[in-house]
T-cell receptor, first 110, second 111 residues
Framework: QKEVEQDPGPLSVPEGAIVSLNCTYS??????FMWYRQYSRKGPELLMYTYSSGNKEDGRFTAQVDKSSKYISLFIRDSQPSDSATYLC??????????FGQGTRLTINP | DTGVSQNPRHKITKRGQNVTFRCDPISEHNRLYWYRQTLGQGPEFLTYFQNEAQLEKSRLLSDRFSAERPKGSFSTLEIQRTEQGDSAMYLCAYAGLDEQFFGPGTRLTVL
């Protein structure tokens, strides 16, 4: 079993829809949780970072962490075609290596 | 601008050749990481530096791989006797407080 599981998709939704992306994890030592966006043939770009259970909002993006269920989510409101990318969840147990999910490929259709 | 540059951006080589990649953070950061990403997968950790010291190496880093960070600023990753299975995107990242910021990557193609 992988430490971090992420549904690879692909996921295709119409413009303006609310998108929900999810990851589960098995290592209870994970303390830091990140979401990255990666466009084709580019490096991952940090979108959201959190270290506590609950919600964190930044514009159209909301990151949610439930440590008791070992489950994290990213919500995108009012999705735009420019949001089309691969979204990667990542987590760490300290100032060390990140463990990534497989990535979910998202397409927003105009 | 991600705060870190990587060169070359793309490298095509023949099996058996040696290749070297370079990572340059724009400003000094104590912690620097290397990851490898294959198609359709998330990045996988390779190794990590705290200043000049290489503190952790993944089992993915076979003896054909070597990484250095001689002055605690830029870093190099060398692959000797490349194999087709080495074809991947090689990503460098520097750490902020706890989050990590990635460079654009070097895409390696081994023919």
């Amino acid at each position: 079993q992988k430490e971090v599981e992420q549904d690879p998709g692909p996921l295709s939704v119409p413009e303006g829809a609310i998108v929900s992306l999810n990851c589960t994890y098995s290592n209870s030592a994970f303390q830091y949780f990140m979401w990255y966006r990666q466009y084709s043939r580019k490096g991952p770009e940090l979108l959201m970072y959190t270290y506590s259970s609950g919600n964190k909002e930044d514009g159209r993006f909301t990151a949610q962490v439930d440590k008791s269920s070992k489950y994290i989510s990213l919500f995108i409101r009012d999705s735009q075609p420019s949001d089309s990318a691969t979204y990667l969840c990542a987590m760490a147990s300290g100032a060390q290596k990140l463990v990534f999910g497989q990535g979910t490929r998202l397409t927003i259709n105009p | 601008d991600t705060g870190v540059s990587q060169n070359p951006r793309h490298k095509i080589t023949k099996r058996g050749q040696n290749v070297t990649f370079r990572c340059d953070p724009i400003s000094e950061h104590n912690r620097l990481y290397w990851y490898r990403q294959t198609l359709g997968q998330g990045p996988e950790f390779l190794t990590y530096f705290q200043n000049e010291a290489q503190l952790e190496k993944s089992r993915l880093l076979s003896d054909r791989f070597s990484a250095e960070r001689p002055k605690g600023s830029f870093s190099t990753l060398e692959i000797q006797r490349t194999e087709q299975g080495d074809s991947a995107m090689y990503l460098c990242a520097y750490a902020g407080l706890d989050e990590q910021f990635f460079g654009p990557g070097t895409r390696l193609t081994v023919l």
